[in-house]
Protein backbone atom coordinates (compact mmCIF):
# COMPACT_ATOMS: atom_id res chain seq x y z
CA UNK A 1 0.00 0.00 0.00
CA UNK A 2 1.28 3.33 -0.47
CA UNK A 3 0.45 6.35 1.60
CA UNK A 4 0.85 10.14 1.08
CA UNK A 5 0.94 12.69 4.07
CA UNK A 6 -0.64 16.29 3.96
CA UNK A 7 -1.58 19.07 6.01
CA UNK A 8 1.58 20.02 7.54
CA UNK A 9 2.38 23.90 7.87
CA UNK A 10 3.70 26.40 10.24
CA UNK A 11 1.32 27.52 13.26
CA UNK A 12 1.30 29.29 16.43
CA UNK A 13 1.26 27.32 19.56
CA UNK A 14 -2.28 26.95 20.72
CA UNK A 15 -3.61 26.29 17.44
CA UNK A 16 -4.82 23.75 15.15
CA UNK A 17 -3.96 21.71 12.06
CA UNK A 18 -5.34 18.21 10.44
CA UNK A 19 -2.82 15.71 9.01
CA UNK A 20 -4.57 13.73 6.25
CA UNK A 21 -3.07 10.00 4.31
CA UNK A 22 -4.34 9.14 1.29
CA UNK A 23 -3.78 5.53 0.92
CA UNK A 24 -4.03 3.70 -3.02
CA UNK A 25 -4.92 0.32 -1.26
CA UNK A 26 -8.47 -0.28 -2.57
CA UNK A 27 -9.00 -2.25 0.64
CA UNK A 28 -7.34 0.09 3.32
CA UNK A 29 -9.57 -1.77 5.84
CA UNK A 30 -7.35 -4.65 5.79
CA UNK A 31 -4.84 -2.43 7.71
CA UNK A 32 -4.49 -0.74 11.14
CA UNK A 33 -3.21 2.22 10.68
CA UNK A 34 -0.44 4.79 12.85
CA UNK A 35 1.04 8.18 13.10
CA UNK A 36 4.44 8.97 13.94
CA UNK A 37 7.03 11.88 14.28
CA UNK A 38 10.54 12.94 14.20
CA UNK A 39 11.56 16.05 15.41
CA UNK A 40 14.78 17.70 14.28
CA UNK A 41 17.76 15.57 16.01
CA UNK A 42 15.71 12.80 17.64
CA UNK A 43 14.17 9.36 17.09
CA UNK A 44 11.38 8.73 15.32
CA UNK A 45 8.06 7.92 17.78
CA UNK A 46 4.71 6.97 18.10
CA UNK A 47 1.67 9.37 18.06
CA UNK A 48 -1.05 7.91 17.96
CA UNK A 49 -2.65 4.20 16.17
CA UNK A 50 -6.32 3.00 14.99
CA UNK A 51 -7.71 -0.17 14.16
CA UNK A 52 -9.14 -1.47 10.77
CA UNK A 53 -12.52 -0.20 11.69
CA UNK A 54 -11.91 2.43 13.78
CA UNK A 55 -13.09 0.63 16.92
CA UNK A 56 -10.01 1.02 18.61
CA UNK A 57 -7.27 3.93 19.30
CA UNK A 58 -4.06 3.87 21.14
CA UNK A 59 -2.09 7.08 21.64
CA UNK A 60 1.33 8.19 22.95
CA UNK A 61 0.79 9.77 26.43
CA UNK A 62 2.03 13.45 25.13
CA UNK A 63 -0.73 13.36 22.78
CA UNK A 64 -3.58 12.19 24.60
CA UNK A 65 -6.27 14.56 24.83
CA UNK A 66 -5.00 17.18 22.41
CA UNK A 67 -4.85 14.93 19.41
CA UNK A 68 -7.70 12.21 16.96
CA UNK A 69 -6.86 9.53 14.85
CA UNK A 70 -9.69 8.81 12.54
CA UNK A 71 -10.21 7.39 9.12
CA UNK A 72 -13.16 6.94 6.52
CA UNK A 73 -11.94 3.61 4.68
CA UNK A 74 -14.29 4.41 1.56
CA UNK A 75 -12.09 7.28 0.96
CA UNK A 76 -8.92 5.69 1.61
CA UNK A 77 -8.17 8.09 4.32
CA UNK A 78 -7.04 8.32 7.60
CA UNK A 79 -6.74 11.77 9.90
CA UNK A 80 -4.67 13.39 12.79
CA UNK A 81 -6.35 15.92 13.92
CA UNK A 82 -4.21 18.01 16.06
CA UNK A 83 -5.51 20.37 18.93
CA UNK A 84 -3.59 22.60 21.40
CA UNK A 85 -0.43 22.31 19.71
CA UNK A 86 2.65 22.70 21.01
CA UNK A 87 6.19 23.88 20.10
CA UNK A 88 7.77 20.50 20.90
CA UNK A 89 5.06 18.90 18.56
CA UNK A 90 7.20 20.51 16.11
CA UNK A 91 8.40 17.26 13.77
CA UNK A 92 7.84 15.46 10.42
CA UNK A 93 5.08 13.61 10.72
CA UNK A 94 4.80 9.87 8.89
CA UNK A 95 1.52 7.66 8.51
CA UNK A 96 2.33 4.17 8.12
CA UNK A 97 -0.30 1.01 7.57
CA UNK A 98 0.19 -2.18 9.31
CA UNK A 99 -1.12 -5.66 8.90
CA UNK A 100 -0.86 -6.35 12.48
CA UNK A 101 -4.21 -6.44 14.96
CA UNK A 102 -5.02 -5.84 18.24
CA UNK A 103 -3.32 -5.10 20.57
CA UNK A 104 -2.15 -1.87 18.41
CA UNK A 105 1.11 -1.80 18.12
CA UNK A 106 3.51 1.19 19.21
CA UNK A 107 6.61 0.00 17.99
CA UNK A 108 7.82 0.79 13.91
CA UNK A 109 8.93 -2.64 13.31
CA UNK A 110 5.44 -3.89 13.29
CA UNK A 111 4.51 -1.39 10.33
CA UNK A 112 5.47 -2.64 6.68
CA UNK A 113 4.18 0.37 4.68
CA UNK A 114 5.21 3.90 4.89
CA UNK A 115 5.09 7.15 3.20
CA UNK A 116 7.09 10.77 2.94
CA UNK A 117 6.26 12.92 5.96
CA UNK A 118 4.74 16.18 6.51
CA UNK A 119 6.17 18.62 8.22
CA UNK A 120 4.56 20.67 11.13
CA UNK A 121 6.09 23.26 13.17
CA UNK A 122 4.46 24.77 16.21
CA UNK A 123 5.99 28.68 16.59
CA UNK A 124 6.31 30.04 20.51
Known amino acids: VQLQASGGGLVQAGGSLRLSCAAS????????MGWFRQAPGKEREFVAA????????YYADSVKGRFTISRDNAKKMVYLQMNSLKPEDTANYYC??????????????????WGPGTLVTVSS
Open 96 to 113: AATIARLPLPSDQKAYGY
Open 25 to 32: ERTLSNFA
Open 50 to 57: LSLNGGHT
